[in-house]
């Protein structure tokens, strides 16, 4: 049976052009592939896929809900550096509340703007080689995250900058900060500027590594979050490193 299916997809790719051929063939297990402790390639790197897709997907969706990035301690954008000074002074002349709901906005538009990362991390996992995989399950905690930061990050940054553009005008964040800074420079007699936009970009990116991260470190040292057969098989690999 199983040559009768070797030989059927063989004379289909007599019917197939050169790109379909090659989509087909990335598919085929490859079994007879090196691999390690008696796990093919193709096992691996389908298990390393398959504990992306799970951390990118959670990460994805946590924060893309209502305050997933503002009630996160770890992914809650807070303030740059050039307007710290601008948030004390504020609460110090009794406008808190605004201050509080600048920083609030600017979260809400990383919330906003974080769907637009799930077919980039798609598109670098799929391009996953098995020598991608091996070494990301024999490497840290991370090696995984480090991997799709390598692949995705300049991807991710012109996805996101227009869509955090039109998330701060659409939640209000534009209106507000210019309100903050404007009472700020009036009090003070100072002119402070920053790009709120790049800015939060690069924050909402920053979570999103954070979460994968959680989530990859969660799958390499906890056993119970393995919640496939693959999984399982696979990262066993790396428990015996």
Do not use: H
């Not at 991710?156 to 939640?171: D, E, I, T």
């Not at 700020?184 to 909402?204: C, S």
């Amino acid at each position: 049976m199983k040559k009768l299916l070797i030989l059927i997809g063989l004379t289909g790719f007599a019917f197939t052009g050169c790109e379909e051929m090659q989509q087909i063939a990335s598919q085929i297990p490859n079994g007879t592939g090196e691999g390690i402790g008696g796990v093919s390639s193709y096992q691996i790197s389908q298990g390393l896929k398959q504990a992306l897709e799970i951390g990118v997907q959670d990460g994805v969706k946590t924060l893309g809900n209502k305050d997933g990035f503002f009630k996160n301690s770890m992914t809650r954008i807070l303030l740059p550096e050039e307007l710290q000074t601008v948030d004390k002074t504020l609460r110090s002349i009794g406008l808190g509340s605004l201050a509080d709901e600048g920083l609030k906005l600017l979260n809400r538009a990383a919330e906003d703007a974080v769907t637009e990362a799930a077919p980039i991390f798609k598109n670098a996992i799929m391009g996953m080689t098995f020598n991608d995989a091996k070494g990301i399950l024999l490497g840290n905690n991370n090696a995984a995250t480090t991997y799709l930061q390598d692949k995705t990050s300049n991807q991710l940054f012109a996805a996101f900058q227009p869509k955090v553009k039109n998330s701060l005008g659409k939640v209000g964040a534009d209106d507000i900060w210019a309100q903050i800074i404007t009472q700020y420079n009036n009090f003070t007699g100072k002119t402070v500027t920053t790009d709120l936009n790049a800015y939060v970009t690069q924050q909402a990116i920053n979570g999103v590594f954070k979460m994968v991260a959680q989530k990859e470190e969660g799958i390499r040292s906890n056993i119970g979050l393995r919640t496939t057969p693959l999984l399982k098989e696979v990262f066993g690999l790396q428990d015996k490193k």
